[in-house]
């Protein structure tokens, strides 16, 4: 089993909806859980983090967290095309600064 | 946040030979981290870079293949060594935000092995 796992899509979602993706992780113990966007040719860039269980809001995004199910999601509300990236999952295994575990990411495609 | 800077943004390399990658981070931080990203890949550890000891590496990495150098809390290098084609990837380095949970990349280095 993958420490992390991403369905590698790709996602394709018009635009103006809502795009869901998800991860699962295998470490129970995993605190810190992080969502990157990497666009073509580029490094991944942070776009939202969650610690505790429940929802977070930024914007547009909407990170969810499950730790009974090892689960964690990224909600990308009115799609834009410019949203068209891939989303990696990422997760820190404990509290403080430590090695993170990235996710083999998943494929967005919002379709104008 | 951080800002991250990665020297060559780019290289083309002859087998057999090195490249040094520099990073230099904005903010002075304990811990930088090299990270590779194959084509089509996700990221994998290379080795956490620690001012004032040996680099830790991940299983599959070893120093002889890939030495670290951390001269001081804004800076570190990292060393692809007797390079094959199979080296060809994006190297990226990282850091922690000022919260130390987050971590930021710099823009990556693109080594191609001929």
């Known amino acids: 089993q993958k420490e992390v796992e991403q369905n590698s899509g790709p996602l394709s979602v018009p635009e103006g909806a809502i795009a869901s993706l998800n991860c699962t992780y295998s470490?129970?113990?995993?605190?810190?859980f992080f969502w990157y966007r990497q666009y073509s040719g580029k490094s991944p860039e942070l776009i939202m983090f969650?610690?505790?269980?429940g929802d977070k809001e930024d914007g547009r995004f909407t990170a969810q967290l499950n730790k009974a199910s090892q689960y964690v999601s990224l909600l990308i509300r009115d799609s834009q095309p410019s949203d068209s990236a891939t989303y990696l999952c990422?997760?820190?295994?404990?509290?403080?600064?430590?090695?993170?575990?990235f996710g083999t990411g998943t494929k967005l495609q919002v379709i104008p | 946040s951080a800002v991250i800077s990665q020297k060559p943004s780019r290289d083309i390399c002859q087998r057999g030979t090195s490249l040094t990658i520099q990073c230099q981070v904005d903010?002075?931080?304990?811990?930088m981290f090299w990270y590779r990203q194959q084509p089509g890949q996700s990221l994998t550890l290379i080795a956490t870079?620690?001012?004032?000891?040996?680099?830790?590496?991940e299983s599959g990495f070893v120093i002889d293949k890939f030495p670290i150098s951390r001269p001081n809390l804004t800076f570190s290098t990292l060393t692809v060594s007797n390079l094959s084609p199979e080296d060809s990837s994006i190297y990226l380095c990282?850091?922690?935000?000022?919260?130390?949970?987050?971590?930021?990349f710099g823009p990556g280095t693109r080594l191609l092995v001929l």
């Open positions: 870079a620690n001012q004032g000891s040996e680099a830790t590496y």
């Open positions: 990422a997760v820190n295994k404990a509290g403080g600064y430590q090695k993170v575990t």
């Open positions: 470490d129970r113990g995993s605190q810190s």
């Open positions: 990282s850091a922690p935000g000022a919260d130390q949970e987050t971590q930021y």
């Open positions: 903010s002075q931080v304990t811990m």
């Open positions: 969650i610690y505790s269980n």
